[in-house]
């Protein structure tokens, strides 16, 4: 029951910060491509990259795999908003953008996951 309550109050707390990051990207951005959700995708995979192995290799928090990585990056990475929008830019005829928003997200996504494993370990083995 404590993991449900963690994962609930870390997911609040991630789709509002999802929420003021996309619009703040997205305010910067004068087009019909989803920067705000490729920005926060990209974050959130960059988060999830620097925080699993300090968040799953310790028993010093109980809760914080709860709470970060299923509540916080749950909420606040947007893969089903990715696929709506990327549905919705096939549909408006713009398959070039749909294509990058698909590419960029996927390719440099994974390239975040892998870029925050590596800080994560770098910053480890420094420690």
Known sequence: ????????????????????????????FDSIF????LGVNLLGCLAVG????????TTALPHARAFFLI??????TTF???GIESVNLVRAGEIRLALLNLLL???????CVLLGLGISRLAASAA
Do not use: C, D, K
């Open 80 to 82: 089903s908003t990715y």
């Open 1 to 28: 029951m404590a993991n449900l309550l963690f994962i609930a109050l870390g997911g609040a707390f991630g789709a509002g910060l999802r929420y003021v990051l996309s619009a703040f990207i997205g305010r910067h």
């Open 71 to 76: 509540g916080v990056l749950g909420a606040f």
């Open 50 to 57: 620097l925080l699993w192995e300090p968040i799953t290799q």
């Open 34 to 37: 989803p920067a705000g959700t």
């Open 105 to 111: 997200s996927n390719v440099l996504g994974i390239g």
